[in-house]
């Protein structure tokens, strides 16, 4: 499992814990996120912004 960062504000969306507070399970990988994702902190970045950690 990987972490991916938004390199705007450093939110960072960890595979394994997933995101409760936007719905994603445990275990969602970044790949299934929807292709319109934007960062849930700062709105700026989008899916394909973000760095793996």
């Known amino acids: 499992m990987s972490v991916f960062k938004c390199p705007e504000c450093g939110y960072t969306y960890d595979e394994a814990a997933g995101d409760s507070h936007e719905g994603y399970a445990p275990g969602t990988p970044f790949e299934s996120l929807p292709d319109d994702f934007a ?7 989008f899916k394909e912004d973000f760095e793996e950690a």
């Open 39 to 45: 960062c849930p902190d700062c709105s700026v970045r």
